[in-house]
């Protein structure tokens, strides 16, 4: 008779087997290779609520290597989440809740979406800084109200990418002591064994970090994998990685090859193994009733834990009134009332200034009013206006400071913000050069798949940055960017749009990016109103022909605003009445209605859509009497004015455009 | 009176600082003080000759850190190069040589594109790579015609990039030992001291991916870094990277503060400077005629040095005359005769097949051809198919191998393909899923920048990949790939325009991607030659309608090309005669002339284009009678055909899109 535990563990196992078997698709060798390290986390160590998947003091648990999603999808229905067996059965279908990879959202006691390498292991850093960040703030003497561990299972595919070095090399600096991975050391990646490409020394470069590096030389060994999660908690300031020695494909006949990495084990094979772990043969998605009584203590003890917890906020609550009113207000991600008041205005005799300026204003302002705003730049804060100038720097010795130095590390840094946004309590922001968004870019990326709430401060938006040049310059950067579905560009085109966009990315659920240029712009007068209710609709008649039907109207965002408002003068002394649209965002336009989008674009008038950037996504708002103008070419090294021109982007040369145009139709 | 190194190491430093102070904008933190170790390294070890930059057996040399541009700039006019002090003097300013950053095919001497950090670091690895393959290849006895070293100067924020770790790794595994790097470890970063976020243990960090690790305790004591590069041969299978202790802004009143970074010195301090140097105040671009003529002996000891890589190569061609014809072809640049012959033909009847399977068909021909065709995948071969199956695998033990194990660092891969296109001699290529192609968009990008022919075979091109989710889905991949400028994305349609496609590849002077299927499709049928003609041009008549003039034209591209031509059976039948284009290319049809473009996609007749990915850039070939059929979600986890027909890629639903336009027209 085996052990209960390999009773529970086999279960995992078959179930994650039997799953992928009756899909015809998935991974089965993470699963039988790493089910006994995250059953014993499960069942010994992780603090969470079946019931209430979204209790906020919950340890998260990240399943980093996303393709072992069976055996995740295993463990939730084991201990009890809302996701019965019927579901199991339904691994990859259409409106399952069981997708290929874990889906945020989708699935309940999933907490982040993972599949492409490296992401959960960099997000599971935000999540570590978040908690860390606020059991500094409200936590008292004998109230630990935000006290949790983040876990996660990594594999080698997480360790090669590079965003985890980033994340890796930021968790030891920062020291986040309650940032445990588990390394699922299988040896074996698609191509074969890892002596193929994978034989740096894991151990040292990971204490070469700063992190407390556990080993444990037989997965299958429960006991060891106990200790050694017990033994995490032993340096209470470094993260810990501990390196399970494990065997992919355990107990398949494909045990120890590539083979069992990525497809089904079929018919055979998959009697095969059952049989080496002495599983019934003809009864697929078998769960012994002793397995499921043993890890369904889980909502029992989740339900304790969480009521103690609920208990002990009933005491913070009497003992730190205040503390205790901002602290659910937060996790509820309710904002402070009058969050938005005292935002600054700008005013055109102030005189021309970089929405960049205005941004690092607005963030102030807000940051004032949303205690727990917190984030940083990837080591352009002085650029980027990023930082909150009257906190301390986030780190070891200050975890209540809201200012944190990702280091030269974009990648890392966006996975850590969705990480923070993910957290909950914070409202975390990240910021670096447009042109960098790139090496960000599948943080970003998911960060929309999963609706992270998850704020990107891309400065130095154009080739308006001038001498840089153009590995500095975006030109296909907010095309890029807005391809992604649901992710939302706001490229404000004066000060005071800027704080428009801040006021709209602090609302927004999914994640929102502000683009802001490095060169001065002048103020729009905000006297009427207009700024500030146009913003939120993403384009608004910014200045209207001086008669009712325009000849033309021009549609620009950010830095070109300014722009189509000198051509439209231009055109005016040309007898052709323009209208400018200011448009800071195209997906916040997309979201209004029809009546709404034909008064700012009126069907039948002819457009001129200006951006200086690439133009290959602008021509489906031209219109079929409309016009693109665009830079669909790389920037230079030039001062940034001498380049606007050179590149077309003045008065005249656009004027020209807008009449030729005109001419044509 | 100082030493003519001093002289030397200050004229460096001085020429820098007025190049910057001149341009009024520039980096003179790093040229103040990294100068003494670049001097050493051109100085003395670096074998290159400054008459002939592009010869081929030179010592590469990248400055990673790119932003420290003007000391590069000072170097390559120092030694020789045709870089007049003129030119200098126009630092960063339109059409001069001495753009911002460093920009390879803009400035003789440049080796790499650099600016955005990690990039010149991994850039490298591929030349390494590239060099170790030729030397294994073509060196005989007596005869090392290749035999260089690629030397770079790294800062810390080239090392906290994750695409740094990644080419770090993979070059310790490859054991690269003729890679040498200076790290410019002066311990400032923007943000201020590196202590803020990057405490990691460098040397640590780096002998655990196998490197040698030197140290240099004082970056102004040239013997000491003499001693280093001098020791960093002693191990021939290790990759070395030397810590030189510097000082930022050396000599300036703000050296050791970020202040030195990213903005002039100022007047003042530019003076101040001079001053601490000992250097003529009121003389901007000072070249004192000893440091001239000692740097100058650059050209003679290059003149020499490439004399006798040519006297060695007459003998080698003596010697071995099969080997060194072969050698001299692939060192110009030339392909084989007869590279394109013997490439495979697929039939209808030869049933469908997946556009990847037909990709690693044609890989395997061209290889048979192509010598020096060497590449691999980011661990994915098996999907990307993406082996050469008569070659062993590149490894330290084995360099002539061809097939190259990147491991899951995508980004390191795309930047040492780079490398290797850019040091020559070599056919190369990575390969991933399309999605993510996002991981190595900054190195895609920078290809596109330099012109590097660099091929990446992207397979899993759309949501036709099914199971496995959308986060391995590319829905806004295509879209962000073709807003690179000069970034060709090519989308072969069935197996025999994968073939074509392949083929424009191999001869495209730029970067070139292939977005290939993972799901099978049929064969078109190549008997009349239309697809082999039709590739090279982008779009061609792959069905025309029955009657002279369409009444519609759909143009599509891939996986979609097949349903275009069921659907336009369908139209057929509903008395509606379609043409179908296939586009396997938007760039390549953006190159022909407009009446080809006319002739394809007739002006007046309604189109349709058809894309399963973000359709936001395909309008402007829609035209004003046109629509789009794309997907602005993401995709979903279900059985590719079902997620096909789910998300309104099936013929009855494109019939009525169609139908539905002409209605409306």
Chains 1, 2 share one sequence.
């Not at 205690?371 to 100038?389: E, R």
């Not at 090496?439 to 080739?463: E, K, W």
């Not at 052709?576 to 008038?605: I, N």
Request: glycine letters at 10%; charged letters at 20%; hydrophobic letters at 40%.
């Amino acid at each position: 008779m085996k052990s209960l535990d390999e009773l529970c563990i086999n279960t995992l196992r078959m179930l994650s087997v039997d799953q992928i078997e009756a899909a015809n698709s998935g991974h089965p060798g993470l699963p039988l290779g790493a089910a006994p390290m995250t059953y014993v986390l499960w069942d010994r160590y992780l603090r969470h609520d079946p019931q209430h998947p979204d209790w906020f003091d919950r340890d998260r648990f990240i399943l980093s290597a996303g393709h072992g999603s069976a055996l995740l999808y295993a463990l939730l229905h084991m201990s009890g989440y809302d996701l019965p067996l019927e579901e199991l059965k339904r691994f990859r279908q259409w409106g399952s809740k069981t997708p290929g990879h874990p889906e945020y959202g989708v699935t309940p006691g999933v907490e982040v979406t993972t599949g492409p390498l490296g992401q959960g292991f960099a997000t599971g850093v935000g999540m570590a800084i978040a908690e860390a960040h606020l059991a500094a703030v409200f936590n008292r003497p004998g109230f630990p109200v935000v006290n949790h561990h983040t876990y996660a299972l990594v594999s080698d595919g997480d360790l090669m990418e590079g965003v985890a070095s980033e994340a890796a090399s930021l968790a030891g600096h920062l020291g986040l002591g309650k940032l445990v991975y588990l390394y699922d050391d299988n040896r074996i990646s698609i191509e074969g064994s890892t002596d193929i490409t994978f034989t740096e020394n894991v151990e040292l470069r990971f204490r070469s970090y700063g992190w407390q590096v556990l080993r444990v030389a037989n997965g299958n060994d429960t006991e060891a994998v106990d200790k050694a999660v017990s033994d995490s908690w032993s340096e209470p300031n470094k993260p810990t990685l501990v390196i399970v020695r494990t065997h992919i494909g355990y107990g398949s006949p494909k045990q120890d090859s590539a083979d069992a990495h990525g497809a089904p084990l079929g018919s055979e094979a998959c009697r095969a193994t059952k049989e080496s772990l002495g599983w019934p043969l003809d009864e697929p998605f078998h769960v012994p009733p002793e397995a499921k009584a043993h890890m369904g203590r889980d909502r029992d003890r989740g339900t304790h834990a969480r009521a103690a917890w609920v208990q002990l906020l009933e005491g913070y609550r009497k003992a730190y009134p205040i503390e205790a009113e901002r602290f659910e207000r937060l996790i509820r991600g309710d904002l402070t009332a009058g969050w938005d008041e005292g935002l600054p205005v700008f005013r055109p005799e102030d005189g021309p200034m970089a929405t960049r300026s205005a941004s690092g204003k607005a963030l102030n302002a807000l940051a004032s009013k949303l205690p727990t705003m917190i984030g940083g730049s990837a080591d352009l804060a002085p650029s980027n206006n990023s930082v909150i100038k009257d906190s301390p720097d986030f780190q070891l010795n200050c975890r209540t400071g809201r200012n944190i130095h990702f280091g030269v590390r974009e990648h890392a840094m966006a996975a850590a913000v969705n990480g923070m946004a993910l957290h909950g309590g914070v409202v975390p922001y990240g910021a670096t050069f447009l042109i960098f968004s790139d090496y960000a870019r599948p943080a970003l990326r998911l960060a929309s798949l999963m609706g992270a709430p998850s704020r990107f401060i891309f400065t130095h938006d154009s080739i308006g940055v001038g001498e840089d040049g153009p590995t500095h310059q975006p030109v296909d950067q907010l095309l890029s960017l807005r391809a992604i579905p649901n992710f939302l560009v706001l490229r404000p085109a004066d000060a005071n749009e800027t704080v428009a966009a801040w006021k709209v990315a602090v609302t927004r659920k999914g994640p929102a990016a502000l683009a802001l240029t490095r060169q001065k712009l002048p103020i729009l007068d905000p006297a009427d109103g207009r700024v500030a209710a146009g913003v939120p609709r993403g384009a608004y008649v910014l200045a209207d022909a001086d008669k009712e039907t325009p000849d033309i109207v021009m549609a620009a965002g950010g830095s070109e605003v300014a722009l189509a408002l000198d051509t439209r003068k231009r055109l005016s002394q040309r007898g052709v009445a323009a209208r400018v649209v200011s448009v800071p965002s195209w997906e916040l336009f997309e979201e209004q209605d029809d009546e709404y989008r034909d008064a700012v674009l009126p069907p039948g008038v002819p457009r001129l859509i200006l951006e200086a950037a690439s133009a290959k996504g602008l021509h489906r708002y031209a219109g079929p009497q409309g016009t693109v103008v665009g830079l669909d070419r790389f920037g230079a090294s030039a001062p940034g004015g001498e380049l606007m021109k050179r590149m077309g982007f003045e008065p005249d040369t656009v004027a020209e455009m807008a009449l030729g145009l005109l001419k044509r139709l």
